[in-house]
């Protein structure tokens, strides 16, 4: 696994320190409302690419009738930008898409209606100009393009997702709960048997067999978290995953100052808005790439990222706070502030390698008091809480204060904190990660896991699709989430849905874990 040193990806270095790796870059929000559902769709299970490997379209089905759902993804288009998908040429009822940092978008589709047969989607390049207050769009070139077949039939893929996930995957997810069952039948047995011996009359038998009949009912209670969705709020709320199983939590991601523009619009307030009034909460991380310099602190010279630190960053959380702010008595707004802080100083993961980086992370930790009273002044919903990234508990140095060592420095703050949280991304699996930062987090308050998606910068897409699968088989079982709950999980946010879209026996098995373990 490669890892990020805050300057570049680099091989991982026998030494025992591993370095974490930059989280993925997060999807930037449309700031253009989806109209309607996406009638996007391409040949089965391919992509459309152009001969010198430029942008692809891909979608599932491929085939479908009017009304039907189904989901189309973008790869190698430009970074930052925007496209509009087309059918047979028209823009009429196709949504725009937000390229991500690494390339990618995806949008869910209706259908539309139209004759049986053959359809183009087409990504179209789509560009904005602003001028006295109005936004104006225009169609560029066409990008890539694809090929929907339109049928009478009903949609395989438009339906499957719900409907095998109370059959299929009835069995993986549950898969623990006989266990608890066998013991409780097994329990009474004896106790039937064992009640004729003193008795030596027929009587007591049927009693005794009466008496174990509720047994069973004392079996374990089937344990309960939130599940949360997303790199943007708007875009999570239509995924399939979050129609067919109760998520929560809607994530959105806050990645620089160029997004207080877009994210406290009119439009997306609105959006947030509606989200507390279906009784969902919003969660909203904050997290910054800017560049590392020299700093001058109350405690002397640091080194790190400037952003965190100013005054603009604090003025430019009042206005996230005044924009996600819902009612006191409504749904949450969780906060993960500063999340994957550990890579903010110039040097890494460890709290006292030299006085610049100590100096930096107490500044940072005052820093985080300030955001934590701002949410609370200007949003009366919030909560709030310091974002770890999930591989810190992979090592200990306790001369330099690194890996595990590191954590204990920030027990003061956590503690005023509403919660704690971090991410899980690493791209060689998650699932000790998840373990031991919760066991270890959990001393300090209830814990989210803020983010979880495997690293997709530096892993294919195949590879970051079976990690997935994986962390989630192992995790989503009663004993494990009974384990994570005791040591304090209260919330679970998976990144994006992705992988799911691609495997239909993982969407639905996570349908099916999210409908047993997930609070509604």
């Known amino acids: 696994m490669s890892f990020w040193d805050g300057q570049q990806w680099q091989a991982p270095s026998p030494a025992p320190q591993p370095n974490p790796r930059r989280s993925q870059l997060i999807n930037w929000a449309a700031s253009v409302a989806l109209v309607g559902a996406l009638a996007t769709a391409m040949i089965p299970f391919a992509a459309s690419a152009s001969a010198t490997g430029g942008p692809q379209l891909s979608m599932t089905p491929a085939t479908g009738t009017a009304g039907s759902t189904i989901s ?26 937000t390229v991500s940092g690494r390339g990618t978008f995806r949008v869910s589709v209706t259908v539309p209606k139209a004759a049986t047969g053959s359809h183009t989607i087409e990504a179209v390049q789509l560009t904005t100009t602003t001028g006295k207050g109005a936004k104006a769009s225009q169609l560029g070139a066409v990008l890539a393009a694809a090929v929907f077949t339109l049928t009478t039939a009903s949609v395989a893929s438009a339906t499957p997702p719900p409907t095998p996930a109370p059959t299929a995957t009835a069995t993986p997810a549950p898969t623990a709960t006989p266990a608890p069952t066998a013991t409780a039948t097994a329990t ?3 106790t039937a048997t064992a009640t004729p011996a003193p ?39 239509n995924e399939p995953i979050a129609k067919n199983a109760p998520i ?61 630190l100013s005054a603009g960053w604090a003025d430019d959380m009042r206005k996230l706070a005044q924009a996600f702010a819902g009612p006191a008595n409504g749904p949450t707004l969780y906060v993960t502030l500063f999340t994957e802080f550990q890579t903010y100083p110039c040097i890494d993961n460890a709290w006292n390698p030299n006085a610049a980086t100590t100096n930096y992370y107490k500044a940072l930790k005052d820093q985080f008091l300030v955001g934590l009273a701002i949410f609370h002044q200007y949003a009366p919903n919030a909560k709030v809480s310091l974002g770890w990234g999930g591989w810190q508990s992979r090592w200990n140095d306790p001369s330099t204060g ?28 998650n699932v000790s990660d998840i373990r031991n930062m919760t066991h270890i987090l959990g001393a300090y308050g209830p814990v989210m896991i803020a983010h979880h998606m495997p690293d997709g910068d530096t892993n294919t897409q195949a590879t970051v699709d079976a990690t997935f699968s ?11 989430v009974a384990a994570l709950k005791a040591d304090g999980l209260f919330a679970w946010s998976l990144m994006n849905d992705g992988p799911l879209t691609r495997s239909t026996s993982l969407y639905d098995f996570v349908q099916t874990a999210i409908r047993r373990y997930g609070k509604s």
């Open 72 to 97: 189309v993804s973008g790869q190698a288009f430009t970074a930052k930008s925007k496209v509009q998908l087309t059918w047979d040429g028209s823009t009429t009822g196709m949504p725009t898409g």
């Open 188 to 190: 009474p047995a004896p």
């Open 199 to 237: 008795t030596a009359t027929a009587t007591p038998a049927p009693t005794a067999t009466a008496t174990a009949t509720p047994a069973p009912t004392a079996s374990p209670a089937v344990p309960q978290i939130f599940f949360g969705l997303g790199s943007q709020v708007e875009n999570a709320r």
């Open 248 to 308: 929560e939590l809607y994530t959105s991601w806050y990645n620089s100052p160029n997004d207080i523009g877009w994210m406290t619009d009119s439009y997306h307030q609105s959006i947030y808005q509606s989200i507390y009034g279906s009784g969902h909460a919003i969660h909203l991380v904050t997290w910054t790439e800017l560049p590392e310099t020299t700093l001058s602190t109350s405690y002397g010279t640091a080194c790190g990222r400037a952003y965190p």
């Open 402 to 429: 690194a890996g595990t060592s590191m954590i204990p420095n920030f027990a003061d703050v956590m503690t005023a904190a509403d919660f704690v949280s971090f991410q899980a991304m690493a791209g060689d699996g």
């Open 470 to 480: 994986n962390d989630l088989h192992t995790l989503l079982t009663d004993s494990s």
